[in-house]
Structures are given as structure tokens and as C-alpha cells.
């Protein structure tokens, strides 16, 4: 178990495993509070070190978490992955102490008796060995020990509140009278120690402590004890008996679902709201906003946590359904207000007139109990807040399809969002629906009935409920319904006429409080070809300004009529919804027009974008159309991250335009696709070039088909795909009819290349030889300087590393003169590899440096500019007798490779282990390849 409730350790039956110095031990703590999430390598470094930093502090966290990994693999069953955002811990959550300590806490919550939760308190307690941390030194731990320290705490006193709820007041007043001299101004505290003095027979010492912790508060803080210890107080003295007579409690409630499925993410959200078992102990109402789109599962969620949790409030559990949404009127706070009042024993006859009457009343009568209030299906703030509590204790749980977002500023309220269910939750809710054998011997069309239906929980259901009610209707046939276009789709999602049956119907009931310039704008999503829209795209479509578009998408949020995460994004069924109204209510050459709007923007900005980050690239269109408002970009970084956020976007709409027969603006976009290229994106790279190839030669337009061929090629060529050779032939011979040197010299790069791979150097010096001598003089010399970095790397496959050299320094300079840091990378590491074949390890050790640090700063391109150079300084450093930094370098080379999707490279390097460091253990040689 890695042990961090005491000293950071590890154990393995009772042995104590050597976790290193205190900073290598510090970087498995922080890995270890990040619960499996990545944590960014610069983040290990200040945590570790804070501002006093060591210049290699990124390389000593790498070397640390080599070191960890060795350990790791003893303890079994826990390991250290590279993520894209940096290292995460992953490991089971009985094998970390704080994991099990969280656990436990959370399974205490929800225990159904006291004496269950003192059990698990117990043992959570029991996993502390001393301070958290302990003995790890810096600001990052001094704060986390802090922090956790707290957690310490709050867990002994639920556990010392449980156990004063089972009567055991005199055996605890010996560890609070400890707890209060440590904490003297600790209200919780005093208040226990009060209560278990007094059930000890001390009321006069549970006074007198009063009278004490009262002139401490006063005099040193300048304020009064808080209600629930005056209260307290109050009782002891006599003076607040309860009124005599059972009180009324309420358990209105309606059924839970029999075979409700997932959401355990949102269950444990919602139990960590849970008030105290004290119902004095808060400061404010506890609020939960649940909100989500139309059929998500919103009642179906907040109903079966109630019922799991309502042992939690013994005075009652309150329901109603407000209405917000739906056929008929909205119900009046005033409605509820009645309803409520009559449930707490309020004679009808008694129920005051006014809204403000009645909610007084309400709150008196919940004042100082614990109540569960569930308002299910509201519209609004203004519908909720005449009902809620003015005291603690209670709770309230509140389901809109609106986000509430008053009730988050104003009444503190934690809003929590529902999205449709994951693959493997929507499997589990159909499958319990259609019966497992149905499930099982139809399991393709079932997964493909989950997709159609968007993982919509409603949908799901009333899907599932059309194969289940009929046993000759098969969930093939139903899929074959679904497969449709977006109006049968809908048609299908219905089921009998209940209206809160039906996918459509219920959509409608949100779609039909927009007003007209946000529906409008529901619609032209629907238009959309890509899976999220950004705010710029939306305005395009709208033909709109930035600004005013905003206003509009926050009322979709709001209403949760898209969801918002970054961008604004919708579930395949609300976008066929979206669809079918927009083809139902707008003109088709409104629907047209917004269209080219879009593909338009999406066109201009992706060659802007490309523009900076291949500025002397040659390109086939020069000026694309202008957009009514160009997105601007300020750099290279804004540009890349343009590209990231919009590379899903930017294929959708690709494939639209070819699909759609929109041939200009396909070809208009796969020209500025370079972008894949430095993002890895090979395979669609290639499924982008058939879709615009397509478009290309239903265009007749001949340089642009040789353009698209070269990407496909290249593509090909960087997968090892033999067939890149016909591509690259017939894109080399357009770009000759065509006149277009740039693509045709860098098809013939790419057969150089191809020819490399296949150690066909013959072949490959002659592509080259004539790309060559076609790019002398052609743009800025960035075409030279590539051919030349390619013949270098034939020349030192074929042994001639004098030629390499020679080949590798040109390309070098006229890399540095244009500014193409990546290019140059890939040259210096050429010229190192053909110093090594000569001998010069130090001369080779030099260059790979250089490249490195070129690399580390590439934007995306780091399987050609980052890990080639990793590869061979490790070749020159294991030659010299350095193995572990040799090692180092190859594990991160090939680490690169695998995040990259290159299993090939990686595996190349890991056989090359295996045959060059005969003396590593297996083990070792296997971790170092695989992060």
C-alpha cells in the first residue's frame, strides 16, 4: 500500500519499500493527491521545489519518476503513466491510504445506521500514522499537510458526533475536553463537549463551559457564540422545551424507479451536499441545483437519491413537481406553499393568506428540524425561493431544465449539470430492459441503438421499451427505424400518447419558451456539420456580431438547450431536432446562405492559422473568400490552439462540403490542413484527402487534385504504406502539367523518402537529385533546405556520412535563416547521426542537444523534431558508457511515439534494447519503453 497519512511510504506485507530522498517522495505525494488525474511536469517541479527551482528540475522530476516506477512495480498493482497533460498516478483505490481514507468518509455518509458509520469512521481513522506528509519538506507540502490535517479533523468529529447520537456522552468527554483546549474557539467542538457533559450528569460544567468559550469569543474575536450554540445553551438552561405532541412527518416522496442506472459520480456529488449529522452545526440552507437538457434524467435522479438518503432527515422528506415544464399551467410558489404547510400539520383552515405569510410560516415550522426538500421541474429562481428554509439543517434539492443561474449568486446554490449517460451506463439501462439473452445475441444492434439514441436516458427507455413490449420486434428492426433521417428518428422515440413519452414532445416544451432571435439560432446549430460550435463559428452562422451572438448562446445554456463546457456543444438528438425545425421553418436559401457563411469562416481562418505557422509554405489559394467577421489570430500559439480546438470541427465540415458537392470550399479547407501533420492526425489526413479528392476531379481542376494527392501520399509514406508511392508518382507528374513546382518537388521529397524506407537509396538520390535541383531558388529556400535534410538522412543510411554532413549543414543554415526551428531539429539531428556514424560522439552529443531544445519547444510535431534526437543522443551516450541517461533519452523517445500512435517506432526501440543493453533486466528494459 503507498502510505501518505504519516510518512510517504510504501508497504508490501508489512516490509516498508525505500521510496528515496524526500523530493523524489514529495513527487509520488503529489502525483498521489491528484487521484489519477495528469499532472503537468511544471506543476511536479513546483510543487517539489516552489520559486527555488534547480535549472534541470523538469529532467531530476523525470529521472524521479523513473526511479518511483522501479519501486511501483514491486508494490504491484499501482504505476506512473505519461498522459498528454503529464504523469498520473494509477493504481486501485484500496492501494493508497488517502484513497481508502476518502472512501470510507464517503461510505460513512451514507451508511443507513449510526453504527455502520462509527465503523467506518473507525477505520478510516485508524490509516493515520501521524501528520500526512510527514517529514517532506516546502511550501506545496507545509499547505497539503495543512489541508489534510483538516480533513483529520472533520472525520474525529463526525465520528464523535455519531457516537453522541448512540448515547455515549460519558465515555467521550475525556478526548472533547482534549479537543476544546486545542481548539478553543472552535464552536463544533464546544457544543459536543457541552453535549457530552451533559449527558455525563455535568450540565453545571457544560454551563460554565459556555460562560467560557462565550468571554473568549467576546473579548479576543469581538463576536457573540453562533445560534446552534446559544440554542444549546438555551436547552440546558430549561428554557426551549419542545412543544408537547408528536410532530408530522412527511414522506411524500414518489416512487423510485426500479432499475435506475449510473450516475455514481453525481450520487457521491450529491452526498458530499449532505448537512451535517448535526442539524445546528451549518451556517446556511444547503442548496443543490440539478439541471440538464429535456429527457436527461433529471427526476429519475434527484427521486433515487432521495429515497436513498431520506433516512438522513427524520423529520420528513417534501416533494412536489412545479410544473416549470410541460403541458398546462406552471404551479405557483403559492401552490406548493399549500401543499407543504398542510403535509407539516397545518390544518387547511389555518394556512395564512399571502405568499409571504405562508412561506413565514414554512419557515418557522422547519426552523431547527432536518427536512429534505425535493422541488422537481422548476422554471425559475423566483418559482423556488418563497420555499425554501431560513434555517439550516434542511435541504433542498431543485431540477429545472433552466440553470438557475440566480439561485447560484444569490442563494449559494450548488449547481450540478446532468449529460447524457456514458456507453457503458446506456448499455447496462437498455440491456436491463430488453432482457441480457435479447441483449446478448443482438449486442452489435444494440451498441448501435445507444449511439442513435444519443445516450439520452428518455430515448433509451422508450427505445428499449419498443423491443421489450414486442417480442417479434427485434432491436435490429428498431435500429433499422432509427437509422433514418432526423424526422423518422423522432417519429420513432415515441411511445403511445403520453406526451412525457416522447422524445419530441418534450423537446418542444423547452424549444417553445425561446424567443425569436434565440430559437433562430437553435436552428442554424442544427445546421452545424461538427460536434461543437464555438462562439465566432455560431456568430458566422447567425450572420451576427460576436457580441450579440454570446448573449444569445448563454440563453441556450441556460436553458440547457446546448451545454456548455469550453464551447458550446448538443446530443445528436437535440441536433436532429435542431435540423428538423430548421428545415421545417426556414427558407432553403436561408439555410444555404448561413451554410457558405460558415464553411466561409471555417476556410479563412484555417489558412490565417496555417499562414502562422508555416509561413513560407506555398499554398493553391492564395486569398480565400473574406468571412463578414474574420476571427483574428495574434501568433503561432493562438493559431495552434485555434487548430486544436477546431480540428474535429474543421474535418466535419470538409466532409459536408464534399458530401454536399460544395467543391471550392473542400478544397478551399484541405489546403490549409497542414496542421494534421504537426498534430499526428495521419489517418485523417488520409480520410480528408479521399473526401477532397472527390471534390478535386469533380472540379477538373488538376492542381489541386496533385495538391490532395501529396497529402494523401505523405500521409501514407509517414504510416510505411507502400501505396503512397502511386499517389506521390501521379501528384509529382500534375504538379509538372500544372506547372506547380512547390507540390511537385515535394511529392518528389516524399518518393525520396518512400524509397529510404524501403532501402531503395538508388532510387531515392534520384527523386532527390531532381527535387534538388528544382528547388534552388524557389520561395525562400525552404524547399532546399528540406530536400537537402533528406538527402542527408540517405546518406547516412548508406554509410556516406561525409555527404550526410555535407547535405545536413545546408539544410541546417537555411533552416535557421528562414526561422523554421522544427526543420532546423530535424537537420541537427541528421548531422548527429552521421557524427556518430564517423565516430564523433561528443560532435554527435553536441548537435542532438541543440535539437532538443529546438524540439521541447515545437508546437506539435515532436515525433519528427523531439524524439529523433532523443534516439540517437541515447545511441552516443550508451556508446560512452553512460546507461542511465542513455535510457532516460530512449524511454522519453519512445514514450513520444507511443502518445503519438507510432507502436511501430516504439516497438523499434524497445527491440533495440533488448538487442543492444543485454545486461538491463527485462523488466527494466520493458518499463523504460513503456511509460
Known sequence: MLRVLGEVDACVGGTVLDLGYPKQRCVLAALVVDRGRAVPIDLLVDRVWGSSAPPRGRETVHSYISRLRRVLGVLGGAGIARRAGGYALETDSTAVDLYLFDDLRAKARTSTTDKHAVARLTEALALWRGPALAGLPGEWADAER??????????????????????????????????????????????????????????????????????????????????????????????????????????????????????????????????????????????????????????????????????????????????????????????????????????????????????????????????????????????????????????????????????????????????????????????????????????????????????????????????????????????????????????????????????????????????????????????????????????????????????????LVHANLIASVARDRFHDLLRAYAAEHAHDLDHEDDRRQALDALLTWYAHTAHNADRLLYPASTRLVSRPPEPRCPHPLADRNHAWAWFTAERANLIAALHHAADAELDEHALGLVDAFGFLVLMGGWDERITTADAALVSARRAGDHAHEANVLLARGEALVHLNRPDAEADLTRAAELARETGHTPVRIAALNDLGRLMLGQGRHADARRFLDTALTLSRGVDTGRWEAIVNGMLAKVHTDAGDHGKAIEHGQRSARLRHRIGDSDGEACALTSLAKAWQGLGEHDRAIAHCRQAIALGRASLGSQDETLAPPLAVLAGSLHHLGRVGEALECWREAAAIYAERGLDADAAAIREHLLTTVPALPPDQRAMTVYP
Open 146 to 555: 495543512e489541508r489534510l490535517g483538516r480533513e483529520h479533523l472533520a472525520t474525529r468529529l463526525d465520528l464523535l458526533e455519531t457516537r453522541l447520537r448512540l448515547g455515549e456522552g460519558r465515555q467521550l468527554v475525556t478526548e472533547l475536553a482534549t479537543l476544546a483546549d486545542e481548539h478553543p474557539y472552535d464552536e463544533q467542538i464546544a457544543r459536543q463537549y457541552m453535549t457530552a457533559l451533559h449527558r455525563a450528569g455535568r450540565t453545571a460544567d457544560a454551563l460554565d463551559h459556555f460562560r467560557r468559550i462565550r468571554g473568549q469569543l467576546a473579548s479576543e474575536l469581538g463576536v457573540d457564540p453562533a445560534a446552534p450554540l446559544r440554542e444549546l445553551h438555551q436547552r440546558l438552561l430549561g428554557t426551549n422545551q419542545p412543544v408537547a405532541g408528536p410532530p408530522v412527518v412527511p414522506r411524500q416522496l414518489p416512487a423510485a424507479i426500479r432499475d435506475f442506472t449510473g450516475r455514481d459520480e453525481h450520487l457521491a456529488e450529491l452526498d458530499a451536499l449532505l448537512p451535517s449529522h448535526d442539524q445546528a452545526a451549518g451556517h446556511a440552507v444547503v442548496i443543490s441545483a440539478l439541471d440538464g437538457s429535456a429527457g436527461i434524467g433529471k427526476t429519475t435522479l434527484a427521486v433515487h437519491w432521495a429515497h436513498r438518503v431520506q433516512h438522513r432527515f427524520p423529520d420528513g422528506t417534501l416533494h412536489t413537481n412545479l410544473r416549470g415544464y410541460g403541458p398546462g399551467r406552471p404551479a405557483s410558489p403559492d401552490e406548493a406553499l399549500d401543499d407543504f404547510l398542510v403535509a407539516l400539520g397545518v390544518p387547511a383552515a389555518a394556512v395564512p393568506a399571502g405568499t409571504t405569510a405562508r412561506t413565514g410560516l414554512l419557515r418557522t415550522l422547519l426552523s431547527g428540524r432536518r427536512v429534505l426538500i425535493v422541488l422537481d421541474n422548476a422554471n425559475s429562481a423566483e418559482q423556488v425561493r418563497p420555499l425554501l428554509p431560513g434555517t439550516p439543517g434542511s435541504m433542498v434539492l431543485v431540477t429545472s431544465r433552466d440553470s438557475l443561474t440566480g439561485l447560484v449568486v444569490t442563494d449559494a446554490a450548488h449547481r450540478l449539470t446532468l449529460d447524457v449517460l456514458t456507453s457503458a451506463e446506456a448499455l447496462r439501462l437498455v440491456t436491463g430492459i430488453v432482457g441480457r439473452e435479447r441483449a446478448t445475441a443482438e449486442a452489435g444492434a444494440l451498441r448501435e441503438l445507444v449511439r442513435l439514441c444519443a445516450r439520452l436516458p428518455l430515448a433509451l427507455r422508450i427505445a428499449a421499451a419498443r423491443v421489450a413490449a414486442q417480442q417479434h420486434v427485434s432491436i435490429t428492426d428498431v435500429v433499422a427505424e432509427l437509422a433514418g433521417d432526423n424526422r423518422s428518428r423522432l417519429d420513432v422515440l415515441a411511445w403511445g400518447d403520453d406526451p412525457y413519452a416522447a422524445v419530441r414532445t418534450v423537446l418542444d416544451w423547452s424549444y417553445e419558451r425561446l424567443p425569436a432571435r434565440q430559437a433562430l439560432l437553435f436552428r442554424r446549430l442544427g445546421l452545424h456539420p461538427g460536434p461543437d460550435v464555438s462562439l465566432p463559428a455560431a456568430a458566422a452562422l447567425l450572420g451576427l456580431p460576436v457580441r450579440e451572438t454570446r448573449d444569445l448562446l448563454t440563453a
